[in-house]
């Protein structure tokens, strides 16, 4: 299974429209983090060790909904931090529905029953749950004990009311083969999630865990033993196929970090997501002042080992979307 047909159509259709259009480079989805602030505290996190003054601060409805649409991206995903701790995320997230964006917002889920009232269904928004494995190591990952059964009690909460629910699982060298089918299986068949989303965990620097990161081999061998056996094709994976031939070392390309944009309290952070070596106002700005050539595996240290999501779907997406045969089947597979 692939990313859902209505919206691989429109995204085909927003690539071709910048193509014609002469832009080089653009957004396919923002992650868009409005806060720094957590409720939780997990030791692979590299986003909540910035200063008191910063992780009290909240973005402006204003201010998120203007970068969204300065970039023009269709897509957006609401991170942090945890987004349900701003007073004014529900405003976030209806605006930028009212404009037809895809939103996902990503939680720990531990929020969810006091704020779901907040929210409504919509084919355009879809919570995204973080659950890294099942009970033991999912409150492993985050350093608290009874996180795991919050999150499938809210899980269970929004697919009674009729919300779009995916999860996110970042996995670590400490997972086998077993561990990461363990958790799909559950996510896929027991609690029957819309989608699936998985990346390897990337090396912060500012993380307090450095320990438990993967190699590219390392990620290639647990991805390729954990989808054998027609378990990818049975699992509802929210990711290009090229994006899973790349996990399990089939294919192999470099990064597209101006595809998957981060937009913070700070500004447009340059290169990704998952480096900060400064900031711009504007996403245009972004995209011409950065040396784009100097990031990437082989080019810059820090990228070695990095085999995220946020840095290489793009690539599979552009890759999918320039060959006629990899298009059909990402149709085929949705
Ligand atoms: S729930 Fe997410 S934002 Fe919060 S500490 Fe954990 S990884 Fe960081
Ligand atoms: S490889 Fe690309 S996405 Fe990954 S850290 Fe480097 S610049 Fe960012």
Same mark, same amino acid.
């Given at each position: 299974?692939?990313?859902?047909?209505?919206?691989?159509v429109?995204?085909?259709?927003?690539?071709?429209?910048?193509? @014609?259009?002469?832009?080089?480079?653009?957004?396919?989805?923002?992650e868009?983090?409005?806060l720094?602030?957590?409720?939780l505290?997990c030791?692979?996190?590299?986003?909540?060790? #910035?200063p008191?003054?910063?992780?009290?601060?909240?973005?402006?409805?204003?201010?998120?909904?203007?970068?969204?649409?300065?970039?023009?991206?269709?897509?957006?995903?609401?991170a942090?931090?945890?987004?349900?701790? #701003?007073?004014?995320?529900?405003?976030i997230v209806?605006?930028?529905?009212?404009?037809?964006?895809f939103?996902?917002?990503? =939680?720990?889920?531990?929020?969810?029953? &006091?704020?779901?009232?907040?929210?409504r269904?919509?084919?355009?928004?879809?919570?995204?749950?973080?659950?890294d494995? @099942?009970?033991?190591?999912?409150?492993e990952a985050?350093?608290?004990?009874g996180?795991?059964?919050q999150?499938?009690?809210?899980?269970r909460?929004? &697919?009674?009311r $009729?919300?779009?629910?995916?999860?996110?699982?970042?996995?670590?060298?400490?997972?086998t083969?077993q561990t990461v089918?363990?958790?799909?299986?559950?996510?896929?068949d027991?609690?029957?999630?819309d989608?699936?989303?998985?990346?390897?965990?990337?090396?912060y620097?500012?993380?307090?865990?450095?320990?438990?990161?993967?190699?590219v081999?390392?990620?290639?061998?647990?991805?390729?033993?954990?989808f054998?056996?027609?378990?990818?094709r049975?699992?509802?994976?929210n990711?290009?196929?090229?994006f899973l031939?790349f996990?399990?070392?089939?294919?192999?390309?470099?990064?597209?970090?101006?595809?998957?944009?981060?937009?913070?309290?700070? $500004?447009?952070?340059?290169?990704c997501?998952?480096?900060?070596?400064?900031?711009?106002? =504007?996403?245009?700005?972004l995209?011409?002042?950065?040396?784009?050539?100097s990031?990437g &595996?082989?080019?810059?240290?820090?990228?070695?080992?990095?085999?995220? #999501?946020?840095g290489?779907?793009p690539?599979?997406? @552009?890759a999918? =979307?320039?060959?006629?045969r990899?298009?059909?089947?990402?149709?085929?597979?949705?």
């Open positions: 299974m692939g990313i859902p047909l209505r919206q691989s429109k995204i085909g259709f927003y690539i071709v429209r910048q193509k @014609l259009r002469g832009r080089a480079k653009y957004p396919l989805i923002v868009l983090e409005p720094f602030a957590c409720n505290a030791p692979g996190c590299g986003k909540i060790q #910035h008191a003054s910063i992780l009290k601060q909240r973005m402006p409805v204003e201010q998120a909904v203007g970068a969204i649409e300065e970039c023009g991206a269709p897509m957006v995903s609401i942090g931090g945890e987004p349900l701790m #701003h007073p004014q995320i529900d405003e209806r605006q930028l529905i009212d404009r037809k964006k939103v996902y917002l990503c =939680t720990n889920a531990v929020l969810v029953p &006091r704020h779901i009232d907040k929210f269904p919509s084919p355009y928004f879809t919570w995204v749950v973080h659950i494995g @099942l009970r033991e190591r999912h409150d985050v350093a608290k004990e996180v795991f059964d999150a499938v009690a809210a899980i909460q929004a &697919r009674q $009729g919300f779009k629910v995916a999860t996110n699982s970042t996995f670590f060298n400490t997972d083969p089918i363990d958790v799909l299986d559950y996510l896929n027991e609690l029957g999630v989608r699936l989303m998985i990346s390897p965990a990337y090396a620097e500012k993380a307090p865990d450095q320990e438990h990161f993967l190699a081999q390392e990620t290639r061998e647990l991805f390729a033993k954990a054998a056996g027609g378990r990818r049975r699992w509802r994976l990711h290009s196929p090229l031939d996990l399990e070392g089939k294919a192999d390309f470099q990064c597209t970090a101006w595809g998957i944009p981060s937009y913070s309290l700070f $500004g447009w952070q340059r290169p997501y998952l480096m900060s070596d400064g900031y711009t106002k =504007t996403y245009e700005e995209v011409e002042t950065t040396d784009w050539e990031y &595996r082989g080019r810059d240290p820090r990228c070695a080992n990095c085999m995220a #999501h946020c290489y779907e690539s599979a997406v @552009l999918t =979307t320039a060959s006629l990899e298009s059909i089947r990402a149709l085929r597979e949705g």
